[in-house]
């Protein structure tokens, strides 16, 4: 079959790679779409060792299940099931996860095989191309999630960089009914994505202050950002992975009471919300391109060309 292959440091080729062939309590899936996640643009870009070649990348994706021809949206955070954070329900957190498309193959190919019980079944209104978004998706909802257990009603929200992740943050904090939303973006073409779909505060710089600021970027600037425009006890929520630095002001953290969250991927039942919410997103800023022409998308990408809130590959037609 046809895969795209990270096969050394900043290199990437289409290759005819052997089938994948499913395990117990695994199938094989049909990939309808994947989408170009930026953590594997930065992650491809600065030779970072938590992706080790070769590999098939492609985590964000949707098709059909070769057995049933059932149409899913797959959750590629593979779980133990058996230690202590799966028991208590944190599989994302997961001492021994395989991640599809980072510790194994994942859908930048025609065929991937995942465990059953990462399928979800996909309601008819939704398209498959749109179902590619529901992995960003649940991310954002986990996110949100996560906020609420801290702050149950943040009236004011910040979102530090829009791109697919802090772009689907903020249309989750306006589907909770959040009455003020600033969004930060340096990119113009990305500021208009945000601008036109919905009723928020969009700026190159956040301004004011904050019950909670989400950063979507993850550099020291950005993190100290999110924290110095927090009301006392207000809340930072970090999703972004740019880099490992804090940048954090500690004795000011301590003296306002104000809280930093961590937060990855989803559980379960953020991945249900997003499978049963997504056709609500408005996938109109979705740009697809054929599965062999992958890799001359990602160089484009990775040089930074912005026309859309997500790139995605389609490895079969799609219906
Ligand atoms: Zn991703
Ligand atoms: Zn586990």
Known sequence: MLAMVYTAPLELKMLDVDEPTPARGEVVIEVAAVGICGSELEGFASKSPFRVPPLIMGHEFSGRRMD????????????????????????NICRDRKILGIQRAGAFAQRVVVPERNCYLLPED?????????????????AFRLLQQADPLPLRIGVIGAGTLGYLVAWVAQDRGTPHIAVAELSPERRDIVQRSG???VSDHLEGEFDAIFDAV?????RRTSLELLRPGGTAVWLGLHGPEPGIDGLALIRDEKRVLGTFCYQDVDFRAAVARVAAVNPSALATHPLDEGVGVFERLISGEVSSLKTLLLPSDGS
């Open 68 to 91: 049933t021809g059932e149409p899913v949206a797959v959750n590629p955070v593979v779980s133990c099931g058996g230690c202590d954070m799966c028991l208590r329900g944190m599989s």
């Open 126 to 142: 939704v398209p498959l191309v749109a179902a590619a978004l529901v992995e960003p998706f649940a991310n954002a909802i986990h």
């Open 199 to 201: 009723s928020y505060t």
């Open 218 to 222: 993850g550099s020291s600037a950005t």
